[in-house]
DNA sequence: ATATTTAGTGGTGCGATGCAACTAACCGTG
DNA sequence: CACGGTTAGTTGCATCGCACCACTAAATAT
């Protein structure tokens, strides 16, 4: 197979990326509360509808797709996101219609107070989905799974939570991405074993009854997995 | 920011995809015994170094950028791979001389026995990589990481044993990937269990010393993993 | 004071896992 | 052909982690 041929009558391929942003709402009870950022196409293709924050890799000015991401969540929200990952790569002649694309999909997550800057009409129930533009359903899906999977051996939902935050308010979290209540013994001993967070002193959420010690995380903790 | 615009003028983006294919030597003693299969670049840049098997995607021909790895194994080794699963996309301004590009990497897993057929020169053991082409090094690093994770909770590594095994070769491939030996009678009974495995009946590999059942691979399967 | 609600801690029983001893089957050797 | 060596495979036990449940603590409301 000769390179430069190769090289030479390769037709264009698109490439992007796409931002599956995730945040979780803790006030509603109903449902696991999970919800994605979305914004409204202003040009075609799918004009008007709904879709994932992305765009064009810019070779110019992004030094990876990683940087890329963070440039189109940049100028889609105004400000740097608090933890980006790589998700999958999807790929295909048919996902959009301008051509034969590539599409390198982050998952971002972001805590409810910040994503109170978000327009409130495009913050999506995962699991109640509206019509989304190309193939985002399917990489939302892909995202939502992936943060459940972590959640059940690593640290990664603390960043759905605000700086500070209370033991019970993450159990709750926990509870809601692996869909099944938790004891709150375990949890507790679990967490501090783990040492993922850290009390901070004397800060203490006051409510109508007695007050939570707030806690910050630590470093980003995986934990073991054994066969 | 203008859609036309921006995707007339936006440069060339190489697409490629790059194979970890990665195999065990269970005779090798020393070491884990994982070993990658390469290639000798036959065209620039990097003729005549080691790379990984890979090639551009061809729109008109891949369905997606799965089938482009499928389809370069196949021109590279003659046959379709047992195991084929997307690791990560690579991308960036400097690792690829010709240009800004972006790779889709995969990794692949094969048995030894066929790969048998891939020149033992071009089968590097992961802990000792000759000097290679553009970031493969660092692609099959990740390669190996994952591989090693998934061993922990999955029993993805039946795909680099042959059709049928013993429960010992198995036990013994599970401690070179986690780095630890394994207790005979717990595997076992976690094997049996999870029942990712099956009698072959009647079927036993006879050696010096007392023969032992073969198995073989029933589904897929992936544990539970807990907080 | 007392009820109510949420925060947070301790104890206990069971199941999973690790460890070690045991049996089983084959081969080679004197 | 008995015996030792080696690997296959099982069994029993002891221990550790964890789910479950009961308890105390601190606030508010009436």
Redesign the pocket.
Known sequence: MNMKSDSAMRPKILVTVDVVLLTVDLESSLSDGLRVGLIRRDAAPYKGALALPGGYVHPEEDENTAAAACRVLKTKAGKAVRYLEQLATFSGPSRDPRGWSVSVCYVALEDRETMKQWPADLLARVDALPPLAFDHATLIGAAVERLRNKASYSALPVFLLPDTF????LQDLYGRLLGTPL????????VR?LGFVEEVPGA??????????LYRAKEMTTFDR?I
Chains 1, 2 share one sequence.
Not at 206 to 212: F, I
């Open positions: 209370t033991l019970s308010e004891d709150k013994s375990s949890f507790r001993r679990k074993e203490f959420k006051g409510g109508q009854n007695r007050p939570a010690q054994t």
